[in-house]
Nanobody, 123 residues
């Protein structure tokens, strides 16, 4: 079992930046591909960004391309989400998630995910 614990959310203004962290424990972090997704009230889960086990491949949704970046530190069992130029529509609960396999697996299917951290962007 992999436990994921997000932190770093908060209330910011439009145009600000925020860096979220996700600390993993309980299993071997480096064997998982890691992602961030968000969910706003009344909206579908939106998978934003992902990074491969070694950090050599990244996935970006169009909505965050050029604004968000993902980084992982396998020595610290942590994945980060750097969010720049935040917009009010980025307001949501942000979750980190892990999957062991990606080939043949839907992009929005994960093996583990955390409870999430709230990000609120005011206009």
């Amino acid at each position: 079992q992999l436990q994921l614990d997000e932190s770093g959310g908060g209330l910011v203004q439009a145009g600000d930046s925020l860096r979220l962290s996700c600390a993993a424990s309980g299993s071997t972090f480096s064997v998982y591909h890691m992602y961030w997704f968000r969910q706003a009230p009344g909206k579908e889960r939106e998978v934003l960004i992902g990074i491969s086990r070694s950090g050599s491949f990244s996935y970006y949704a169009d909505s965050v391309k050029g604004r968000f970046a993902i980084e992982r530190d396998n020595a610290k069992n942590t994945v980060y989400l750097q969010m720049n130029s935040l917009r009010p529509e980025d307001t949501a609960v942000y979750h980190c998630a892990a999957k062991y396999r990606i080939i043949g697996v839907p992009v929005d299917a994960f093996d583990y995910w955390g409870q999430g951290t709230q990000v609120t962007v005011s206009s």
